[in-house]
């Protein structure tokens, strides 16, 4: 008897749930509507193991090696990633549904270990495709570089999502939908990526003999490496026997120098997500035929006019193992004052998500815009750019003008109000000062 998990996980699934390691009676569904959204549900389990890393580095090292700046950095591209699915039905589920009732070939029972399993290494074969062309086309390496950009490497950058993969990703799961129910593919999709959650960290080392089939801590930090020996290597999603049976495996080596190869040493949300684009299409309209055009959209990201489809390893920068990572320095009081306002607006964005089902389309519109707004405002203050104020005030005045419209009542509405309304005389007098 199949026994569906409840829409509130138990603390042993919670945990379990971040290692794919819940058993197929517990997470089988016979309708798609019945699948829990588990990465929301993950939240708090993502929050209490970067706790107990910052603990752990702490102890070990003496001090903390976790930047603010960088992981409300990635935190933030977490955050933006999920707003589309407030909107509706993502990409990856729509068209998976449409080939599913229209060229469905053979239907395998949705509450059979055997579809389970099926499942799971469908997706992680296809994920591992996805992020191989990831890597290898430069239009989908717009995409996915803003997972490569944090130049730390912590739980907090499993959770720099890029806003624009699922656009490519959908076209890689589609043979599935050919006979593995949308319900079971639902489910592992979303267990792909929560396992990549725990293998963003330095504080595991070698695990042994599940090196040799697993994805691990290890093995990731090569992914993420900017050395010569890490590039476009172990591109595994859950098994890494992937990269070994195609020829991506490289095991660690030397200390790893994570980011990208040409650091963009900024915190701003949007051009931590876009700025591939850009270079993409500057270039696109700058180099002369029409090949080279199409070239430099579809081959690699180091791709060049008379050079390989993928570029030259040699024209990379080199890395010396001494790079000191963007890091400007504010104001003790204004990372707190960010760091306050952060959690502040990750609690709307949790409340946005709870109340979904019943909130009203101009009500999310809002809720996304002002999430946004928030996002982009911290990553100019922890940047100390001189036009942060003025956005930071415009923010300001935008929530209390927000919240006269909302029907929250009672002393934490008057609290909201009155530490709003200081933030905004705070900041309008900054500006007025300075300008």
Same mark, same amino acid.
């Given at each position: 008897?199949? #026994? ?75 955050? !933006? ?7 509706? #039905? ?64 912590? !739980? ?30 639902? @489910? ?71 980011? !990208? ?47 390989? #489809? ?47 089902? @019943? ?65 905004? @005389? ?10």
């Amino acid at each position: 008897m199949v #026994r569906p998990l409840q829409s509130n996980l138990s603390l042993s699934q919670g945990v379990r749930l971040l290692f794919y390691a819940l058993s197929p009676s517990e997470s089988s569904c016979s309708e798609l509507e019945e699948v829990p959204d588990y990465v929301q549900q993950a939240i708090p389990y993502f929050v209490g193991l970067m706790i107990i890393e910052l603990v752990i580095t702490w102890l070990q090292k003496g001090q903390i090696v976790f930047r603010m700046n960088d992981a409300l950095t990635s935190i933030s591209a977490g955050i !933006l990633s999920r707003l589309p699915q407030l909107l509706g #039905r993502g990409i990856e589920l729509t068209s998976y549904i449409y080939i599913w009732e229209n060229f469905k070939v053979y239907v395998l029972p949705w509450d059979s270990s055997w579809t389970w399993w099926i499942a799971f290494l469908g997706v992680d074969f296809a994920y591992y495709w996805l992020h191989r062309m990831s890597h290898e086309v430069n239009i989908m390496w717009a995409a996915h570089q803003a997972h490569h950009s944090s130049e730390d490497y912590n !739980l907090s950058t499993a959770l720099r999502q890029s806003i624009l993969q699922k656009y490519f990703s959908w076209i890689f799961n589609l043979p599935m939908a050919l006979f593995i129910p949308p319900s079971v593919y639902a @489910v592992h999709l979303q267990f792909n990526l929560l396992y990549q959650f725990w293998i963003h960290t330095e504080i595991i080392g070698n695990l042994g003999p599940l090196e040799l089939i697993l994805n691990t801590p290890s093995h990731h930090r090569v992914h993420h490496g900017r050395n010569p020996y890490c590039i476009d290597k172990n591109y595994a999603g859950t098994l890494i026997i992937w990269d070994r049976i195609f020829g991506t495996f490289e095991p660690e080596k030397e200390k790893v120098i994570y980011g !990208l190869t040409h650091p963009i040493n900024t915190f701003g949300p949007f051009w931590v997500q876009f700025h591939h684009l850009v270079y993409i299409w500057k270039t696109f309209c700058g180099i002369p035929g029409i090949n080279n055009k199409i070239s430099i959209i579809i081959n690699g990201p180091g791709w060049e006019p008379g050079k390989p #489809r993928l570029g030259c390893i040699e024209d990379h920068p080199l890395v010396s193992g001494k790079e000191i990572p963007y890091d400007p320095k504010i104001p003790a009081w204004l990372q707190i004052y960010a760091v306050l306002h952060f959690s502040f607006i990750l609690g709307i964005y949790l409340q946005i998500f709870s109340n979904n089902s @019943v909130a009203s389309e101009i009500t999310i519109l809002f809720g996304i815009g002002y999430v946004i707004l928030t996002l982009t405002s911290i990553g100019l203050m922890m940047e100390n750019r001189s036009d942060a104020g003025i956005l930071e005030f415009i923010r300001c005045c935008a929530f209390l003008c927000l919240h006269e419209l909302s029907s929250m009542t009672g002393p934490f509405r008057l609290v909201t109000e009155v530490v709003f309304f200081g933030c905004a @005389v705070f900041w309008g007098l900054r500006c007025v000062i300075k300008f």
